[in-house]
């Protein structure tokens, strides 16, 4: 591919801007994003909202206006309420997915510009190298060779070879080697688009979403159930039709938790704007319930445990002698590669400054983690040079000979020998190692993998990667929060044994690429939770390793920037990477990185685990006291000569209870839950459920029993009573609940959530006691009712404080 032949292809910066009016955004599926108003008219397709509505509408009819009134006005305000915090958190979490984007190099006006993929249109010319995503479906102009992965198209795994004219699909990825190509077709008229569509939706939903799913389908028959009962009892024994539907649908606004879409989604985006302070770009909100999950962390060494600052510090031949040759030869494949670019051809082109113009370059053959080596066939007045460099143990297995002292002679076993003395002494002084071989051919045609043979060893370059001086720190700090690390690294276990004692890192048990090809899963299975090393390991290893830690029952992050990176990225529980990645593995991440710092990471794990704690919150809540409360009302009504509470004062106490949870999403977590990573448990749930919700049931009967069967207050002032006591009972407990076991006096709840609580309560009071009153069929409550309210609650908190710490000795949610 010359420059010369490129500057003729692509597209005017005008033509492209006509084409993309034209073809629109090359997103694979349109974004569906609501206008305004549609969206908040969605919010009514609730058939609960819709019947209440109607409902509204008859009372109005029937001539009871001010239920009516009540009625309306609290739905469009729930309504709203949802809406507005609902809009402001999508608007949030797009805000930040803009920060991440994946871009392409793009003839535009004969110049070669990055831009943002979908930005690309028909007719626009792009190079693509090693890592690169395919940006939409086209044919190949010029290649050498070049490999693609289709396994989003087709489920292979293995790369494809193309040749000029071959077609290129969207949702490929280059996995070796450099081409250009012309885009045919972008957006939804790609072939991956049409794929992409079909499964539109169908994205594995996370355990969490599994677990919620669980929740709410449990919550539907508990309602469903419940106000069925109530609605037949009352109409046959007591009410007339009309108040018993009322009644009955108040009651399942009460027991629903509507909010709880809009409580994960405050919690999620609240979350990924403190993890975004802390240099952690979400992609993906559902996946912060896996981040603060997270037990294991598989990661490479460079820039997480090292400080990616890769320096030559000697080159030396197979004997540990200093060779100009093997800077040189290093110095020509590193200027010549144009395919994968690793960090070592940085550092050999950054050491020294060689003047290489009497060479020229011929035919490349790329690297790839087969081989795990690459090669420059280069041009010479001394003939056709064939340079191949890459991991020592792989190079030296196509030399035949070796130089020392200007000399070659074939590599005999005591040689060998001597050699990999050799470079296990560097690896073990901490070096990262490339070896280096040549081979003259009597050739200028393009070069094959099968020329690699018979090469000639002259030595090996070595590169210092030193170790974060802050990881041990670090590292410390993971143990302490229960994140164990595992290191899955390309090099070899010497070198990375170094890097982890210079760190402090405690290595169970080292494993090698070679050994676990020899393994069966179940033998592989039994030795991963002794193992910290995994060493010279392909990309398919890291992948079984990861498969088979979540089979173990952990819940699994893999931290990558490679291409080698992407099926592990996909497998993972929680994939991270960061900014600087190559495409496949910022477009595969999860959370992107602004720095390769494990020291972000644990803070956005930390982030993650807060985040999970306050949406545990608000589950409990709806467990405990509310349901409990919805229980005790669906009782009463039927023991009761008359509704414990009107249709139009359930909503209101349901209004008043749900703002008041509006804030659980800034509520600040206690440090002892923030050490451990959990998994929402269904199980647990319902035993929580069963544990708190009846000793709220508990209470409520006892207040019924003071209030009518005691103090013989009227049906108003009974309702205003109980009003009263379900609001504070409700929304108070959150105070004793937010904790697991730490006692209430010794962790308060922030300042929002103690506003928002004692807010809702004073409205209830402002409600009951002032003009409103009558407006709701409120009474006027004696002073011994009011005294008799504010005992029962205070007893109510003191024996769920008890309990909880008799529940969290017996399991943990």
Same mark, same amino acid.
């Given at each position: 591919?010359?420059?010369?032949?490129?500057?003729?292809?692509?597209?005017?910066?005008?033509?492209?801007?006509?084409?993309?009016?034209?073809?629109?955004?090359?997103?694979?599926?349109?974004?569906?994003?609501?206008?305004? #108003?549609?969206?908040?008219?969605?919010?009514?397709?609730?058939?609960?909202?819709?019947?209440?509505?109607?409902?509204?509408?008859?009372?109005?009819?029937?001539?009871?206006?001010?239920?009516?009134?009540?009625?309306?006005?609290?739905?469009?305000?729930?309504?709203?309420?949802?809406?507005?915090?609902?809009?402001?958190?999508?608007?949030?979490?797009?805000?930040?997915?803009?920060?991440?984007?994946?871009?392409?190099?793009?003839?535009?006006?004969?110049?070669?510009?990055?831009?943002?993929?979908?930005?690309?249109?028909?007719?626009?010319?792009?190079?693509?190298?090693?890592?690169?995503?395919?940006?939409?479906?086209?044919?190949?102009?010029?290649?050498?060779?070049?490999?693609?992965?289709?396994?989003?198209?087709?489920?292979?795994?293995?790369?494809?070879?193309?040749?000029?004219?071959?077609?290129? /699909?969207?949702?490929?990825?280059?996995?070796?080697?450099?081409?250009?190509?012309?885009?045919?077709?972008?957006?939804?008229?790609?072939?991956?688009?049409?794929?992409?569509? +079909?499964?539109?939706?169908?994205?594995?939903?996370?355990? /969490?979403?599994?677990?919620?799913?669980?929740? +709410?389908?449990?919550?539907?028959?508990?309602?469903?159930?419940?106000?069925?009962?109530?609605?037949?009892?009352?109409?046959?024994?007591?009410?007339?039709?009309?108040?018993?539907?009322?009644?009955?649908?108040?009651?399942?606004?009460?027991?629903?938790?509507?909010?709880?879409?809009?409580?994960?989604?405050?919690?999620?985006?609240?979350?990924?704007?403190?993890?975004?302070?802390?240099?952690?770009?979400?992609?993906?909100?559902?996946?912060?319930?896996?981040?603060?999950?997270?037990?294991?962390?598989?990661?490479?060494?460079?820039?997480?445990?090292?400080?990616?600052?890769?320096?030559?510090?000697?080159?030396?031949?197979?004997?540990?002698?200093?060779?100009?040759?093997?800077?040189? !030869?290093?110095?020509?494949?590193? +200027?010549?590669?144009?395919? /994968?670019?690793?960090?070592?051809?940085?550092?050999?082109?950054?050491?020294?400054?060689?003047?290489?113009?009497?060479?020229?370059?011929?035919?490349?053959?790329?690297?790839?983690?087969?081989?795990?080596?690459?090669?420059?066939?280069?041009?010479?007045?001394?003939?056709?040079?064939?340079?191949?460099?890459?991991?020592?143990?792989?190079?030296?297995?196509?030399?035949?000979?070796?130089?020392?002292?200007?000399?070659?002679?074939?590599?005999?076993?005591?040689?060998?020998?001597?050699?990999?003395?050799?470079?296990?002494?560097?690896?073990?002084?901490?070096?990262?190692?490339?070896?280096?071989?040549?081979?003259?051919?009597?050739?200028?045609?393009?070069?094959?993998?099968?020329?690699?043979?018979? $090469?000639?060893?002259?030595?090996?370059?070595?590169?210092?990667?030193?170790?974060?001086?802050?990881?041990?720190?670090?590292?410390?700090? $993971?143990?302490?929060?229960?994140?164990?690390?595992?290191?899955?690294?390309?090099?070899?276990?010497?070198?990375?044994?170094?890097?982890?004692?210079?760190?402090?890192?405690?290595?169970?048990?080292?494993?090698?690429?070679?050994?676990?090809?020899?393994?069966?899963?179940?033998?592989?299975?039994?030795?991963?939770?002794?193992?910290?090393?995994?060493?010279?390991?392909?990309?398919?290893?890291?992948?079984?390793?990861?498969?088979?830690?979540?089979?173990? @029952?952990?819940?699994?992050?893999?931290?990558?920037? @490679?291409?080698?990176?992407?099926?592990?990225?996909?497998?993972?529980?929680?994939?991270?990477?960061?900014?600087?990645? #190559?495409?496949?593995?910022?477009?595969?991440?999860?959370?992107?990185?602004?720095?390769?710092?494990?020291?972000?990471?644990?803070? @956005?794990?930390?982030?993650?685990?807060?985040?999970?704690?306050?949406?545990?919150?608000?589950?409990?809540?709806?467990?405990?006291?509310?349901?409990?409360?919805?229980?005790?009302?669906?009782?009463?009504?039927?023991?009761?000569?008359?509704?414990?509470?009107?249709?139009?004062?359930?909503?209101?106490?349901?209004?008043?209870?749900?703002?008041?949870?509006?804030?659980?999403?800034?509520?600040?977590?206690?440090?002892?839950?923030?050490?451990?990573?959990?998994?929402?448990?269904?199980?647990?749930?319902?035993? /929580?459920?069963?544990?708190?919700?009846?000793?709220?049931?508990?209470?409520?009967?006892?207040?019924?029993?003071?209030?009518?069967?005691?103090?013989?207050?009227?049906?108003?002032?009974?309702?205003? @009573?109980?009003?009263?006591?379900?609001?504070?009972?409700?929304?108070?407990?959150?105070? #004793?609940?937010?904790?697991?076991?730490?006692?209430?006096?010794?962790?308060?709840? !922030?300042?929002?959530?103690?506003?928002?609580?004692?807010?809702?309560?004073?409205?209830?009071?402002?409600?009951?006691?002032?003009?409103?009153?009558?407006?709701?069929?409120?009474?006027?409550?004696?002073?011994?009712?009011?005294?008799?309210?504010?005992?029962?609650?205070?007893?109510?908190?003191?024996?769920?404080?008890?309990?909880?710490?008799?529940?969290?000795?017996?399991?943990?949610?």
């Amino acid at each position: 591919m010359t420059e010369a032949k490129n500057e003729k292809l692509g597209l005017t910066n005008a033509q492209a801007r006509r084409r993309l009016l034209k073809y629109g955004y090359n997103d694979v599926i349109e974004t569906k994003r609501f206008a305004s #108003v549609l969206a908040l008219l969605s919010r009514f397709k609730n058939p609960l909202v819709v019947i209440l509505l109607l409902a509204a509408v008859l009372s109005g009819i029937l001539g009871d206006k001010t239920s009516a009134v009540i009625i309306v006005s609290i739905v469009l305000f729930s309504t709203m309420l949802d809406f507005v915090n609902t809009y402001k958190s999508d608007k949030a979490a797009d805000a930040l997915k803009s920060r991440v984007r994946v871009e392409a190099a793009v003839y535009r006006s004969g110049k070669v510009i990055e831009l943002p993929v979908r930005l690309l249109v028909p007719g626009d010319v792009v190079q693509l190298k090693a890592g690169d995503v395919i940006p939409g479906d086209g044919k190949v102009l010029t290649c050498e060779h070049y490999f693609v992965n289709e396994s989003a198209l087709d489920g292979e795994s293995f790369p494809k070879a193309k040749e000029p004219d071959a077609e290129l /699909f969207m949702g490929s990825s280059t996995v070796s080697g450099m081409a250009t190509m012309t885009i045919t077709a972008t957006g939804r008229g790609t072939k991956f688009s049409k794929i992409a569509a +079909s499964l539109a939706g169908a994205e594995p939903p996370t355990e /969490f979403d599994r677990e919620i799913k669980g929740f +709410s389908l449990l919550i539907i028959r508990i309602t469903f159930g419940l106000v069925l009962f109530v609605f037949l009892v009352n109409t046959l024994l007591k009410h007339n039709v009309f108040d018993s539907l009322l009644f009955s649908l108040a009651l399942a606004v009460g027991l629903t938790p509507e909010l709880l879409p809009m409580i994960i989604t405050l919690t999620l985006t609240k979350g990924s704007l403190a993890m975004a302070k802390r240099g952690v770009i979400v992609k993906k909100l559902a996946a912060i319930e896996n981040f603060g999950s997270m037990d294991i962390l598989c990661t490479d060494k460079t820039g997480t445990l090292t400080e990616d600052r890769i320096e030559v510090i000697k080159y030396v031949d197979g004997f540990g002698e200093e060779s100009n040759g093997v800077l040189l !030869n290093a110095y020509l494949g590193s +200027s010549f590669e144009s395919g /994968f670019k690793s960090p070592l051809d940085d550092a050999i082109k950054e050491y020294r400054h060689l003047s290489i113009a009497e060479y020229s370059k011929l035919s490349e053959i790329p690297f790839d983690f087969e081989r795990r080596r690459s090669s420059v066939a280069v041009k010479h007045e001394t003939g056709t040079l064939l340079i191949t460099r890459g991991a020592p143990e792989e190079v030296l297995k196509i030399c035949t000979k070796y130089e020392h002292d200007g000399t070659i002679d074939e590599i005999s076993e005591e040689a060998r020998e001597k050699i990999l003395e050799q470079f296990k002494t560097l690896s073990q002084d901490g070096y990262r190692v490339l070896g280096v071989a040549t081979r003259k051919i009597d050739r200028d045609t393009p070069h094959e993998i099968s020329d690699e043979n018979e $090469m000639t060893l002259l030595g090996f370059v070595a590169f210092v990667d030193p170790a974060k001086k802050t990881v041990a720190e670090t590292l410390r700090q $993971m143990h302490d929060n229960n994140i164990e690390i595992k290191i899955l690294t390309g090099d070899n276990d010497l070198v990375t044994q170094k890097i982890a004692s210079d760190i402090h890192l405690h290595v169970k048990g080292i494993l090698t690429g070679t050994e676990i090809e020899a393994m069966s899963d179940e033998k592989l299975s039994g030795l991963l939770d002794q193992t910290t090393i995994f060493a010279r390991v392909n990309p398919e290893q890291k992948l079984r390793i990861i498969q088979l830690l979540q089979k173990a @029952g952990h819940v699994v992050g893999y931290m990558g920037d @490679g291409i080698n990176d992407a099926p592990s990225l996909r497998a993972a529980d929680t994939s991270i990477s960061v900014n600087n990645a #190559v495409d496949i593995a910022k477009d595969t991440a999860d959370f992107i990185l602004m720095h390769k710092s494990l020291k972000d990471l644990i803070e @956005g794990i930390i982030e993650g685990r807060r985040t999970f704690a306050n949406t545990l919150k608000y589950l409990k809540m709806a467990l405990s006291s509310n349901f409990g409360n919805m229980f005790s009302m669906a009782g009463a009504s039927i023991l009761l000569p008359f509704l414990p509470m009107l249709a139009p004062q359930i909503l209101l106490n349901n209004l008043l209870y749900d703002t008041s949870q509006l804030t659980i999403p800034l509520d600040s977590v206690d440090p002892q839950e923030l050490q451990h990573p959990h998994v929402l448990s269904m199980s647990a749930l319902k035993k /929580f459920m069963w544990v708190f919700g009846p000793l709220s049931s508990l209470f409520d009967f006892i207040t019924f029993f003071v209030l009518y069967g005691v103090l013989h207050l009227t049906v108003g002032q009974f309702q205003a @009573g109980w009003f009263v006591e379900s609001i504070a009972t409700q929304v108070l407990v959150i105070w #004793v609940l937010r904790t697991t076991s730490v006692p209430l006096i010794q962790s308060w709840p !922030n300042r929002y959530v103690a506003l928002t609580t004692l807010a809702a309560i004073a409205a209830a009071c402002v409600v009951v006691f002032s003009g409103l009153a009558y407006y709701f069929k409120f009474s006027a409550l004696p002073y011994a009712a009011t005294i008799s309210i504010a005992s029962i609650v205070l007893v109510y908190l003191v024996a769920v404080q008890l309990c909880k710490s008799m529940f969290y000795r017996w399991i943990r949610l």
